[in-house]
């Protein structure tokens, strides 16, 4: 809780993203790498085959650059930003709801493209997305994308996957004839008011919500009001991914938003879970290696940008979290993968998608939306019961 209070304390920044200034001239030419290269990232996107020999795809790159990879993990996009703000990190892989904070507060440079031969292989609706381009100027590479899905136990649900959102947000019983209070879980980031206002757009159109991100004050109250409802099933709000996964194996959760990273690593255990996309649709991320600002070895890090689109990595890394490339060439002849990896993560549901981002006041789908800071004020006193 220090950490994410830390985080809340670093995000009233102003977020006047169309007048965002460049922070600096991006990089002309590679040099010479300067032996490391330090990331931030979200579990389970760096890995060194520590978990599972077949996925790693950071010892050949250390070999055939020189540059000794280090890893950050972080558990939410609040703490991605505040770690990035303290600085001494070269990479990101920063997700929606972080990324334009980051461009915001010059905390990240813009990246020469032609520095990066693979640019040309991303997909074409990630190259300019507003999540990681202002003004035409890009702020770092794709890198990989996806759902948040409902996880759940198929005991408890009786082998019928629950069809809305409804078994994390009101009090019911479940197939299993048991309450679901105080088996459920909730995300532990502001960014989960945008689920409630998902699930409210569906059940409650009177409202007029557009967008899960772009909230008014009534709009707002009225996801506030679902997540108080929300804190007296939640047995624990997650936001690390592995006590996630102990939590579903031995304290007796059932339903929880999650990740695929969860869902695969709990399925390769013979674990009896399952997850889907209920009837509301779902929120998702897209999430981009963006380069710090002040950077001590930025060499290395546009070698492991480029490293990091090689269809090899992308097809990897994708298959380990349960994600879908940001390079579509990857989505073929990839054993880990497979020929159908790209279909079953969602490739053609990007469309579908509601991609984490970081709200703001001046908002396209109406007038005045209350901004970020007020999310995590407020998120934080949902947590604690008021």
């Not at 990331?39 to 085959?49: F, L, N, S």
């Not at 939410?76 to 929606?96: I, K, P, W, Y």
């Not at 996964?245 to 013979?270: C, H, M, R, T, Y």
């Amino acid at each position: 809780m220090k950490r994410f209070l830390h985080s809340c304390t670093a995000l009233t920044l102003s977020l006047s993203f169309a007048t965002a200034a460049v922070a600096q001239e991006p990089l002309k030419e590679l040099g010479k790498g300067e032996g490391e290269v330090s990331i931030v990232a979200w579990a389970g996107y760096i890995e060194r085959g520590e978990t599972d020999k077949n996925y790693d795809w950071v010892t050949a790159f250390e070999k055939e650059t020189g540059c000794k990879v280090s890893v950050k993990t972080a558990a939410t996009s609040d703490e991605m930003v505040a770690l990035m703000n303290e600085g001494g990190f070269d990479l990101v892989t920063a997700s929606g709801d972080a990324s334009r904070r980051l461009i915001a507060g010059k905390r990240v440079q813009p990246i020469n493209t032609d520095l990066i031969p693979s640019w040309k292989t991303v997909d074409e609706r990630l190259q300019s997305a507003p999540w990681n381009t202002v003004n035409g100027v890009h702020y770092g590479t794709p890198y990989l994308w996806g759902p948040n899905v409902l996880m759940y136990n198929t005991e408890a649900f009786k082998d019928a996957p629950p069809k809305s959102w409804n078994v994390v947000f009101e009090e019911m019983t479940l197939p299993d004839g048991k309450s679901n209070k105080g088996r459920i879980q909730a995300y532990d980031g502001p960014i989960h008011i945008a689920d409630a206002a998902n699930y409210l757009m569906h059940h409650k159109p009177e409202l007029g919500i557009k967008d899960p991100y772009e909230l008014n004050e009534d709009q707002y109250k009225a996801a506030l009001d679902l997540l108080r409802v929300q804190r007296t099933l939640v047995g624990r709000y997650w936001h690390d991914a592995m006590i996630q996964i102990d939590d579903f194996k031995n304290e007796g959760v059932v339903a929880s938003g999650s990740w695929p990273f969860q869902v695969n690593l709990l399925k390769a255990e013979k674990q009896p879970i399952a997850s889907t996309f209920p009837e509301e649709g779902v929120t998702g991320w897209s999430d981009t290696t963006m380069l710090h600002a002040d950077s001590e070895h930025p060499n290395c890090a546009y070698m492991w940008m480029e490293h990091s689109l090689s269809p090899k990595v992308q097809g990897d890394a994708a298959a380990w979290f349960g994600a879908v490339p940001s390079v579509p060439g990857a989505c073929k002849g990839n054993e880990l993968l497979g020929e159908e990896g790209c279909a079953t993560n969602g490739f053609e549901n990007f469309e579908k998608i509601r991609f984490w981002k970081t709200p703001i006041s001046k908002c396209e789908s109406q007038g005045e939306c209350v901004p970020y800071h007020r999310w995590v004020s407020d998120y934080i006193g949902v947590i604690g019961g008021r």
